[in-house]
């Protein structure tokens, strides 16, 4: 069965850091595309950030970018997003999903993945 685990959420005050991986069961997670999500209350899915299956590309949405970072280690079926000067704003459920599709990454749309996460809670607030 595939499956993919999202961990790492939790409370932090703004400015600071949390790291979330996804773990990947069932399947190889190298042939595949790793996007993240987060979903805010009353909002939609939003894109955050996409890694190509060898890392070898990665793509972020403008309200994260120079402050997360994605990253994978194949070798461990693990990508990770990497979440620094965290802001209030940034609070949401964050969801990685993976596809092989090579498109995902520039079409950055929830619609285009197939795997997902249960999602992980991130509460940024002092």
């Not at 069965?1 to 997670?29: D, H, I, K, N, W």
């Not at 403008?62 to 994978?72: A, E, H, L, Q």
């Not at 940034?90 to 092989?100: F, G, L, P, S, T």
């Amino acid at each position: 069965q595939l499956q993919l685990v999202e961990s790492g959420g939790g409370l932090v005050q703004p400015g600071g850091s949390l790291r979330l991986p996804c773990a990947a069961f069932g399947f190889t997670l190298a042939y595949y595309y790793i996007g993240w999500f987060r979903q805010a209350p009353g909002k939609e899915r939003a894109w955050v950030s996409c890694i190509s299956s060898r890392g070898n590309y990665r793509n972020y949405a403008d309200s994260v970018k120079g402050r997360f970072t994605i990253s994978r280690d194949n070798a461990k079926n693990t990508a990770y997003l990497q979440m620094n000067s965290l802001k209030p704003e940034d609070a949401a459920v964050y969801y990685c999903a993976a596809d092989r599709k090579r498109s995902v990454c520039t079409l950055n749309s929830p619609h285009e993945y197939g795997y997902w996460g249960q999602g992980t809670q991130v509460t940024v607030s002092s």
